[in-house]
DNA sequence: GTGAAAGCGCTAACAT
DNA sequence: ATGTTAGCGCTTTCAC
């Protein structure tokens, strides 16, 4: 059980059993099938004598297969994204696959910077958290024949795998909730909308169910989460514009969700007396602000599950299939902050 | 920019610019100094021409440089490692190192797996926020001479570079400030203990705090955060043991906070009459909860940052130096849940 | 200034 | 059942 300091190859091994590189490799990938039991003690023998270790990156050039994985997500210390990514990692291990992984801060550039580098790495398939404006550059990578799948954020027309949420019945499901709670206004509170897949998908889904559904004018507030000043403002415009109607605000995420949370707290209103809310990213302190946040519940571990299939579909099985669109369904945990007050 | 389907090598730049792979080899390596200008000419059109990239794996293979970092979490998906994780790719991507990530969900044996995985792919260097129950098999490593840094949960004795946080001082004294708000029993509620580093240092720090400083007798609660029952059990029994003395509760991190506070949700206690609260981790929702929830705020991103530096340090300099540790301030934030209550 | 050739550690025809 | 040999794509002596 001695430790070597440079590292032992397959070489030594063979040279210690009395045997080719061949039997060795042959023995290190399971072919037992036509190997003397002999032969196949002496090995293991030296390989733990050796305590030997196959060279990965070895093996990678020789197959042209890296059992690797890479991950390229918008922003990993976001809740959603971070469940994401556990959810992938735990489910590439099932594989036998590794998982690179990198953030790009919603940076177009460092997208591509990571995806090229990826590809140089010999991933051999990607699972990405596009910004949003990276569709040209994203298309050109089809021609790579590389697996790639969109986590959460689809692109238009569909032209990759994409695993998401079923955001956009949910969003209606949720306008309409909030209606039957008596709310007579939803105001609508987002992040830039940009090119975001997902952004897109919730704004016109609560357009939809504010027209089709309630017959109410949509309020869309793009707020910038981190001037809070300006969110303090927006707030208070669309509670104006509600004059004594009941009024609910409709987070699009979770981080706007958490921005907003904080802007009310600041101004010191009640919820839901003085304001109603409730919006995606049903995350674990949801229940402890206030009389509880109403809160849509995304599957994000599961979305890695899905994803790490998918791949594993396409690296296995129909590498040439039609694009499919995974949608997980989520669920709507209602709260007592979208139970109307009245008295 | 034809987009070509199977790769293309050095061997066919080299073709294309009708020169030898050595001199292309060069000239990606950016040897200039003896080479004609002509050649470089040509070779940069030969490149872009056939849109080459070079094989990360081949080159990793013969130089036996991976340019990798393993990252090795106990749960990814806590705010605190997600947010190391940050910082750890952020500071990998300046020094053009890729990371490689592994989540052990504090399983023994799966650290294992997964550093053995990581040292077969030849990472670099390896970033360790270890279980804790595997001291044993981490300094058998020594002798690799693989740098190896432990992030947050130290082993005794110290035989690692480690970064963590100064938790040993904040946690004396957050609880002499409890005393110093009038708080007369202060109960410590943690995860099992483990031989968890961090979660040794904190209860000891904070055993410490009481007899030394405080003159009391320390109360420590080991908990399941899984087993929600038994957490109330635990709540009321040290209010019980308090009788009419005010009382706080001291949180040994984010992930336990977040239990207690779900529980004394549940049991309709008041914040901070009935019982205060506080603890580690200012996560961004600690503001929201009742008058808001005190708390010891930890540089993760930071954490992430010294890691890499110090991984760099043993890459580029010093690699047999001393094992260091580095400690990193953390900051308490006082709000509402332990301002006293007198009335 | 440039190139030929060896080799990093491994696997897979193709022998035998 | 086992060994010989030729690469995977790259870098690097050493020679010219």
Not at 102 to 109: F, G, K, L, R, S
């Amino acid at each position: 059980m001695e430790i070597k300091k440079s590292s032992v190859t397959i070489a030594d091994v063979a040279a210690k059993a009395g045997v080719s590189k061949t039997t060795v490799s042959r023995y290190l990938n399971g072919k037992y099938e036509f190997m003397s039991e002999n032969s196949q003690k002496k090995i293991q023998t030296a390989i733990e004598d050796l305590n030997y270790r196959p060279n990965h990156l070895a093996r990678s050039l020789r197959l042209s297969k890296s059992k690797l994985i890479g991950i390229i997500v918008a922003d990993i210390s976001s809740p959603f994204s971070s469940i994401l990514v556990k959810g992938i990692s735990d489910n590439c291990k099932k594989y036998g696959y590794n998982v690179l992984i990198a953030n790009t801060d919603n940076d177009t550039h460092k997208e591509q910077e990571y995806i090229l580098s990826m590809i140089d790495q010999r991933v051999e398939g990607l699972i990405i958290n596009t910004t949003g404006s990276n569709d040209d550059f994203l298309l050109q990578l089809l021609p790579k024949n590389i697996p790639i799948i969109l986590a959460d954020r689809p692109i238009f027309p569909t032209a990759f795998d994409t695993v998401k949420t079923n955001d956009h019945q949910s969003t209606i499901d949720t306008v309409v909730y909030l209606a039957s709670e008596g709310f007579k206004k939803v105001g609508y509170f987002t992040e830039p909308i940009k090119n975001i897949g997902t952004r897109i998908i919730r704004k016109q889904a609560y357009q939809q169910a504010c027209i089709e559904k309630l017959n109410i004018t949509p309020q869309i507030y793009e707020i910038d989460v981190n001037a809070d000043i300006c969110v303090e403002k927006y707030i208070r415009n669309f509670i104006e514009s509600a004059a004594e109607e009941p009024r609910v605000i409709f987070a699009a995420n979770g981080v706007v969700m958490l921005t907003l949370l904080r802007a009310i707290n600041r101004m010191n209103l009640r919820i839901p007396r003085d304001i109603g809310i409730c919006g995606f990213d049903d995350w674990p302190w949801a229940a402890l602000i206030g009389p509880g946040i109403t809160a849509i519940s995304q599957p994000s571990y599961e979305v890695g599950t899905e994803c790490v299939k998918q791949i594993m579909s396409r690296l296995h099985r129909n590498r040439k299939a039609e694009p499919q669109v995974i949608k997980l369904p989520t669920k709507l945990i209602v709260r007592g902050s979208t139970k109307l007050i009245t008295d």
